[in-house]
């Protein structure tokens, strides 16, 4: 059981940055991939960016080069540092981790956080 803990939400102006934290219970390395969604009233989750054990990352369009990912391995957290940010950045931000284990998947999901952003 992987545990995850988002914390960095909070409300600020269109054009702010925030930097959301994940911390997991478990070494970021053994984790296959971890992911920022996010979820606006109404919306579904939407996948943000993804971050792969090696290293490598993948944004959604809208948040390509505005949002950046980052991990810490000796703190067990991963960064999603959002800059520019606009009013449909608005959502509830969820961390997400994949473990692949003998041939299973196990998905992990923080408890959210949230993002206002105010034009």
């Known amino acids: 059981q992987v545990r995850l803990v988002e914390s960095g939400g909070g409300s600020v102006q269109a054009g702010g940055s925030l930097r959301l934290s994940c911390t997991s219970s478990e070494d970021i390395l053994s984790i296959n991939q971890f992911a920022w969604y996010r979820q606006a009233p109404g919306a579904q989750r939407e996948v943000v960016a993804r971050l792969s054990r090696g290293g490598s990352t993948n944004y959604e369009d809208s948040v390509k080069g505005r949002f950046t990912l980052s991990r810490d391995i000796a703190r067990q957290t991963v960064y999603l540092q959002m800059a520019s940010l606009k009013p449909d950045d608005t959502a509830t931000y969820y961390c997400?981790?994949?473990?692949?284990?003998?041939?299973?998947?196990?998905?992990?999901w923080g408890q959210g956080t949230q993002v206002t952003v105010s034009s």
């Open positions: 997400n981790a994949i473990l692949w284990r003998a041939s299973q998947e196990y998905v992990y």
